[in-house]
């Protein structure tokens, strides 16, 4: 049978308890690695969820999402797009820092699809719990997981699409339903490498802002 953290996600749990139980999650193999489970930041109430890829270095180690460089630049778009913090509910697509060892490096590998996938309960679970207004699919691992394989956010990116109508499998995300709306935008760390970094952090605002329009 495929990996899942199906076996490992409470039914009708609410933020606190699901994090406590993804703390055991080991429904795929990336947990023998990673030093802990990284579920998410944010309260029930946010009207904005974003989702990242997965953890990083940085956040494996402290145990929260976006606390690293990613997230020291994210913080400064969203407060740029004149978005609330406090509005935010900020998770990842994969719960688990993937890497590779290069020495005494750890180096961050993109998640795959069955990895992916397995996940998902989690995602599925805690867009149950906060019901956003909008969904921010942050980069392409989380835009895939979103809006499925196809989805390009190089090429559609900043959009707002109905939610959960667009997503991948719409009908697993139908309890987050309402009217709600979805985008893509870059990755944090994808700026953090831009060759033009000012003009790649514009656009990040830019598309913040039109979140911002649907709230
Ligand atoms: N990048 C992500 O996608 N998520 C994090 O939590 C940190 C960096």
């Known amino acids: 049978m495929s990996e899942s953290a199906a076996p490992f996600v409470p039914d009708g749990a609410d933020l606190d308890q699901l ?3 993804a703390a055991a999650c080991k429904g795929c193999h990336l947990w023998e690695n990673a030093t802990q489970t990284v579920f998410s930041r944010g309260s029930a109430g946010a009207r904005v969820v974003m989702v990242g890829e997965q953890p990083g270095d940085v956040e494996d180690q402290r145990g929260e999402p976006f606390v690293g460089p990613a997230g020291v630049l ?8 004149g978005l609330s913090a406090d509005d935010i509910y900020i998770t990842n697509a994969v719960k688990h820092f993937k890497f590779r060892r290069q020495g005494k490096r ?3 590998q993109t998640p795959d699809r069955t ?7 989690w995602l599925l679970a805690e867009f149950a719990q906060v019901s956003p207004r909008v969904v921010v699919a942050l980069g392409a691992t989380a835009a895939q997981a ?3 394989p196809s989805f390009r956010v190089t090429k559609q ?9 667009s997503a991948y499998h719409a009908e697993d995300f139908a309890q987050a339903g309402g009217s709600a709306k979805v985008m893509a935008t870059l990755h944090p760390s994808a700026i953090l490498r831009a060759d033009d970094r000012d003009t790649a952090y514009a ?5 913040l802002r039109v979140a911002a329009s649907a709230l």
């Open 74 to 81: 994210l913080r400064r778009a969203v407060g740029d797009a």
């Open 106 to 108: 750890r180096i961050h």
């Open 19 to 21: 994090r406590a139980a």
């Open 157 to 165: 990116r900043g959009v707002l699409l109905p939610w959960p109508e």
């Open 146 to 148: 979103l809006l499925g």
């Open 203 to 207: 656009g990040l605002v830019d598309d």
């Open 115 to 121: 990895e992916i996938i397995a996940c998902r309960p």
